[in-house]
């Protein structure tokens, strides 16, 4: 329904002096859509219909993976990790020498000549994003063994704080670290290696937290988290992922005059996004996400009915055969 939106009516829904941009945005989407259902956007050289996308096609193509892992998983559970420690090993190789010779600096990349190459050939590829998702399914096993294992791992105090040191330490590493590189020859091996392994460094830093309040050693962050609001966020966060680009870019087209940033403005126009983007994706999922399964069971329902007619009336009609 979004990319039957964005091709139809997105153009007609505001105006500014560079709204034609809306246009390139409903081309796309007449002329690519067929890359989003297919889940295959990330790998078509292409405009996007829905830019960001390209993680639904990653998130596709790794759970295809996902299902062959797990059937060796359960038959050969020690030989598989060590297989997927090795895919690990080996996307983390690929995305580091990419980077090293393509020279990508981690902050300025998006604003360069390179940015185009960038996206297409590291950004939005699964060989390079599979890492993080691979960290995912070991702590997904860990988890299974750890709720069938009678043992309890309770942590003392001390642990606990040295943990928590450790694992927000490195959080903040991810995300201030890039400050410190720039895009000087002296630097590509630092940028090179640092965009990987941030990565996984941070979706290994979730997933120990994760592990902590399965284990019972993180009470208020397990508490904090279990909180109901957060389910109601999470019903509505596939609808805000996909429209809040559109939002964005509908805002920043539309505008007359040029504006200054400063903290207070971009802290107001963020959480003026974030509540729109919630509102949108409420509407869109109260019409459309939410019905979807009840009109998936009736088609189901209704299809088995047709297939039971069908084969009663064939079983009448092999009788009467079988009688004459």
């Known amino acids: 329904m979004v990319i039957l939106m964005l091709a139809t009516l997105y153009t007609n829904v505001g105006e500014g002096p560079f709204w034609a941009e809306t246009s390139r945005v409903s081309n796309s989407c007449r002329d690519n859509w ?102 995912g399914m070991i702590c997904g096993y860990i988890i299974y063994n750890l709720k069938t294992s009678p043992r309890k791992y309770q942590l003392t105090m001390g642990k606990k704080f040295l943990y928590w040191m450790m694992c927000l330490t490195l959080l903040a590493t991810c995300i201030y670290l890039p400050l410190s590189l720039t895009d000087d020859d002296d630097s590509i091996w630092q940028n090179a290696l640092f965009i990987p392994v941030h990565r996984l460094v941070w979706s290994a830093c979730v997933c120990s937290i994760v592990l902590m309040c399965v284990t019972d050693n993180a009470d208020f962050v397990n508490s904090f988290l279990s909180m109901p609001i957060f389910q109601v966020v999470a019903r509505l966060s596939y609808c805000a992922y996909i429209v809040h680009n559109f939002w964005i870019l509908a805002k920043v087209i539309s505008l007359k005059t040029v504006v200054n940033y400063y903290v207070h403005q971009v802290v107001v126009d963020s959480w003026g996004t974030t509540a729109v983007s919630l509102l949108l994706s409420f509407i869109l999922s109260l019409m459309f996400e939410m019905p979807a399964p009840e009109i998936e069971k009736y088609c189901i329902k209704f299809v088995k009915k047709i297939f039971a007619v069908l084969s009663s009336a064939m079983g009448i009609k092999s009788k009467a055969s079988n009688t004459l």
């Open 34 to 135: 067929w890359t989003f259902f297919l889940y295959i956007e990330n790998y078509i050289p292409a405009e996007s219909c829905i830019p960001q996308g390209w993680y639904l096609g990653v998130d596709m193509q790794c759970y295809i993976v996902a299902v062959i892992i797990m059937v060796f998983l359960k038959k050969w559970s020690k030989m598989t990790l060590i297989g997927m420690g090795v895919l690990i090993l080996l996307s983390t190789v690929v995305s580091f020498w990419n980077c090293y010779i393509n020279r990508w600096a981690v902050v300025r990349v998006h604003f360069t000549a390179k940015a185009d190459d960038y996206n297409f050939h590291y950004y939005i590829k699964t060989y390079t994003r599979c890492g993080p998702y691979l960290i």
